[in-house]
C-alpha cells in the first residue's frame, strides 16, 4: 500500500513563505505523476501544482510563479515552496501520487493571516 505523508504546513503573514514536503513510501518514478492540491471548507479540491517524472511541470493559474513543486528521486520526496503567500491560498494542503489510481495523504494545514 503505497503512503504518503505531508509535513511543512503552518501559519504565516501575508507575503511569507512556507516549504511542503511529501514523503512516499514507494518510488516517485513508479508515479504517472505526483502533485498537491488544496481544499477550504465546502469547495471541492483543487489542483495547487504537478510535476511528472520527467520534470515537466504545471501549475493553476492562481499560483503561477508564487509556488514552486519539485522532486527529489534519491529520496522519493516531494515539494512545494510557496512564496509570496496570501490569504486566500489558506487551505488544507494535500499530496497526491497517482499511478493507475489517486493516492493522498492525510494533509497539512497552511493559514495566511495577519
Known amino acids: 500500500q503505497v503512503q504518503l505523508v505531508e509535513s511543512g504546513g503552518g501559519s504565516v503573514q501575508p507575503g511569507g513563505s512556507l516549504r511542503l514536503s511529501c514523503a512516499t513510501s514507494g518510488r516517485i518514478l513508479s508515479f504517472r505523476s505526483m502533485g498537491w492540491y488544496r481544499q477550504v471548507p465546502g469547495k471541492q479540491r483543487e489542483l495547487v501544482a504537478v510535476i511528472a517524472p520527467n520534470g515537466i511541470t504545471q501549475y493553476s493559474d492562481s499560483v503561477k510563479g508564487r509556488f514552486t513543486i519539485s522532486q527529489n528521486k534519491a529520496r522519493n520526496a516531494v515539494y512545494l515552496q510557496m512564496d509570496s503567500l496570501k490569504p486566500e491560498d489558506t487551505a488544507v494542503y494535500y499530496c497526491?501520487?497517482?499511478?493507475?489510481?489517486?493516492?493522498w495523504g492525510q494533509g497539512t494545514q497552511v493559514t495566511v493571516s495577519s
Open positions: 497526491n501520487g497517482r499511478i493507475q489510481s489517486d493516492f
